[in-house]
Structure formats: structure tokens, C-alpha cells
């Protein structure tokens, strides 16, 4: 892994994920740790009081952590309620998971382990199941110091206990995007081996994805199946024939775990495209398409499901960049200027040939006039986003 290369290489508008140690300046503006406003697309929520964030995830957790959000930290934390272990001040970049509600209180939150070499986190995203983060850990290469450039693992930690497991603990590259199903009826034994899937998450039905490939070059979609094989028996996703040097961002799986939507794109990142894909080796991925109506290709789709009917929740940009720089509180914003969030719904088939996989069913719905790319909550009450400013929004 060259990963040296890659973080010179990176510009500020790199997708999704934070790689580019260069935050935003930020405006300096009043207390914005409470701020919120209200209009006909519901009331929006300041989060983290216009500092920059990155990795928003919607929470999974409608019962321990509502009207939630899993972010990640550069430099400069601007908080509401926290505990004594919670530090404000000389905070190191993506040295901690945060969760924090409409109040902007912190909720849940889990640092480095700097005893054990920890340089920081990378690329949080809730599972599927709402006990459940995973991230990626960088540590020194070699078990050397932190530096520009760190080895990364994947882990897994329970919000109930911060208690964490390994699928990998080194040799992952840092635009891996991970993400886990997990059954949802697990629930995991008090006096379980947690060393194990089993005994961690309660289930061996447990599925991971993520990229893999050199860090800035073409990658693909793994796909690992606890229940079937593990690691042994890890496959790479099929990419489609004349995307082959595109890069893979976020593959998120399906409620049910049998499918997976992601982004393709450039190295340039000025152009994507977003695809719905089987968790199998010989499944062809298909392209979410792109109707007169939108303002461009969908960018970080994720699932949503209700009362037994599954969606697609995208965000569209008027820019060529995914990144988001204007105050979406702002009643100027709230026009479609920036892009909007849209859902769809869609019906799939297992075993299906490409033609038959996907059945999209009735027009895209407009979810708000402003790009949330963080997801929408299981209730469908709320949805998230971040990068320069991060919000959540309540639905009305």
C-alpha cells in the first residue's frame, strides 16, 4: 500500500470519507451549538456548532439514541452536554467517535486507545443492527509512531458496552468504507466468547463489506459471509466492465443482507454513478438510473425500509463536488440551490439475472431541498449530513 502517494495526492474534495488532513476554515459565527430553524421541509438541527465533521451516519437506534447522529472530529469540538471524559479542548483529528442528538448533547462516544497505539479513527457507519459501529483504526506503520501515513484495521464495537472485535486488525487500506449487517435478532450472551463472531455479536449471521485494492487506485467490493465460510471463503464483488478504473466509495448492505448499493467513481471525482448489486460472485451491479428530474447522478445512497417496502435514499448535488459548504439553515439554501435528498422505492430479486434484479417502483420522492448525506432513520423521522457543517433534520 502506497499510502504516502495517495495523501499526496489527495485534493480537498475527496469523496466521502476524510481522508485529506486539510479541514475548512470555517466562518467564525455565534454560538451555533444550539442553533436550529424551522420552515416547511421540517426544522434542521446544528450539529457539532458549525464545526467541521465528517462520516455522518443516521443513528440506528431509535430506542437509546433518537434524533441521533455517529460523526467524526477534525480539530475543533463545539459540544452541549458531555461527560469529564469527553475533552474539548486539544482534540486530535478523528480521535473519537461521537454520537450526539438535536440538542447537540453527546450521547455516546468512544476515544482512541492511545496505550494500545491507537493514531485514529477512519470511516464510521452504523450497522444494520442498531447495537452495532463499525470503523476502521489506524495505527503506526510497523508499530511505529502516528504519522501522515497509518495502517489500518476494521473493528466493530457494541454501543451498549464499548466492547470491540476485529475483523482485521491490520492491512486494510484507508478508503475501505466498511460496513456490517448483522441478524437482527442477535443479541449477544453475557458470558460469551467474544473473541468469536458468535460469541461477540450473538449470531455467526454476520456479513462485511469494504474496499479493498491499493489506497487511490481502483478498488473492489469484498464480501465476507460469517456464517458461510468467513474469510476463508471472501469475495470480491464484479465491477462493471467499462468502470473498471473507477474507485468504490461506501458499500452499504441491504436490511435483509443480500444486496449491496455503492458509489463509482473517477479518479478525477467529478463524475459518479451509484449501483445496486447481489452479495454474490457472479451478480453484475446495476446502475441506479438517472431520471429528467435530478439534478445529478445519486451520490452516497443508502437503504430504508418501511412496513415491509425497501427504498433507496440518495442525495443530488448541483456542484461537482460531494462536499457541502453552505449553512443549510439558512432559508436561501433551502430552495434545491445546493441539491436535495430523494428516495425511491425498489423491489429485488435474489438470484436474478441483471435485467431482473431490480424493479423500481412508482417516481423519485423528494425527501428535502437540501443534500443530507448521512441517511435516513428507521422511524423515518430524521435525516443527517455533515463535512463542513452537519445538521440533522427533523422531517416534518
Not at 18 to 35: I, N, Q, T, V
Not at 207 to 214: P, S, V
Not at 315 to 322: K, L, M, N, V
Request: include cysteine; charge should be negative.
Amino acid at each position: 500500500m502506497n499510502k504516502k502517494l495517495l495523501l499526496l495526492g489527495l485534493s480537498t474534495l475527496t469523496f466521502l470519507a476524510c481522508y485529506s488532513p486539510k479541514p475548512f476554515e470555517a466562518e467564525s459565527l455565534d454560538d451555533d451549538s444550539k442553533k436550529q430553524s424551522s420552515s416547511e421541509m421540517g426544522t434542521i438541527y446544528s450539529v457539532n456548532g458549525s464545526e467541521q465533521i465528517c462520516n455522518p451516519s443516521i443513528s440506528q437506534d431509535t430506542v437509546n439514541f433518537p434524533a441521533s447522529m455517529l460523526w467524526l472530529n477534525f480539530s475543533k469540538i463545539k459540544v452541549n452536554k458531555h461527560d469529564d471524559e469527553f475533552p474539548v479542548t486539544d482534540v486530535k483529528q478523528h480521535d473519537r467517535l461521537t454520537v450526539s442528538d438535536t440538542a447537540n448533547n453527546v450521547k455516546w462516544y468512544l476515544m482512541i486507545d492511545k496505550d494500545k497505539g491507537e493514531c485514529q479513527f477512519q470511516d464510521p457507519e452504523w450497522s444494520t443492527h442498531p447495537d452495532f459501529i463499525v470503523s476502521l483504526r489506524g495505527q503506526g506503520l510497523n508499530g511505529g509512531s502516528c504519522g501522515d501515513v497509518l495502517d489500518y484495521g476494521i473493528f466493530a464495537v457494541r454501543t451498549s458496552d464499548k466492547k470491540k472485535f476485529w475483523f482485521f486488525d491490520k492491512d486494510i487500506i484507508e478508503q475501505a468504507t466498511p460496513h456490517v449487517w448483522v441478524d437482527p435478532t442477535a443479541k449477544a450472551e453475557a458470558d460469551g466468547d467474544e473473541s468469536t463472531v458468535e460469541g461477540f455479536f450473538g449470531t455467526k449471521n454476520v456479513r462485511l463489506t469494504y474496499a479493498d485494492g491499493t489506497d487511490g487506485d481502483p478498488q473492489n467490493i469484498v464480501f465476507i459471509d460469517y456464517a458461510n465460510g468467513g474469510k476463508s471463503k471472501a469475495i470480491k464483488l464484479k465491477k462493471p466492465t467499462d468502470r473498471s478504473n473507477w474507485k468504490v466509495e461506501s458499500p452499504m448492505i441491504s436490511p435483509d443482507g443480500n444486496f449491496v448499493v455503492y458509489n463509482l467513481m473517477t479518479k478525477s471525482e467529478d463524475n459518479w454513478e451509484a449501483y445496486i448489486q447481489e452479495l454474490s460472485k457472479d451478480a453484475e451491479g446495476v446502475k441506479i438510473p438517472l431520471t429528467k428530474d435530478m439534478k445529478s447522478e445519486p451520490a452516497q445512497p443508502h437503504w430504508f425500509e418501511s412496513d415491509g417496502r425497501l427504498f433507496v435514499v440518495w442525495t443530488e448535488f448541483t456542484q461537482t463536488s460531494y462536499y457541502n459548504k453552505i449553512h443549510l439553515d439558512n432559508a436561501s439554501a433551502q430552495d434545491g440551490s445546493a441539491g436535495r435528498t430523494v428516495m425511491r422505492e425498489v423491489r429485488l430479486k435474489t438470484g436474478a439475472s441483471k435485467s431482473e434484479l431490480v424493479e423500481w417502483v412508482d417516481d423519485n420522492v423528494e425527501l428535502a431541498p437540501v443534500p443530507m448525506i448521512g441517511g435516513r432513520s428507521p422511524d423515518g423521522k430524521f435525516l443527517s449530513t455533515g463535512y463542513k457543517y452537519a445538521y440533522l433534520l427533523k422531517l416534518p
